[in-house]
């Protein structure tokens, strides 16, 4: 028996999706960001994957800039 109430307000938002859907989902995003880093340029993209990998950011050594340097600082960050 619950000693507390339990409950959810309306504003709660419920992923009503089936295991199915949700792995189909998670794949679809995964694919999108694949594409998205595939637009950066070969420092850049070694950069993410470096970060994904959590092997470090080695985009600094290489001397790159754009939206790979701007990951690996979030990821440092976050880090």
Do not use: P
Request: net charge negative; with cysteine; aromatic share 6%.
């Amino acid at each position: 028996m619950l000693r507390e109430r339990f409950e959810i307000s309306g504003d709660d938002d419920l992923d009503l999706r089936t295991e199915d859907e949700k792995a189909r989902a998670a794949v679809t995003r995964w694919l999108e960001w694949q594409g998205h880093v595939g637009h950066l340029d070969r420092r850049e993209q070694g950069a993410v994957w470096d970060a994904v990998r959590a092997e470090g950011c080695s985009y600094r050594r290489r001397r790159g800039n754009g939206g790979g340097a701007s990951l690996c600082e979030g990821h440092a960050q976050a880090g």
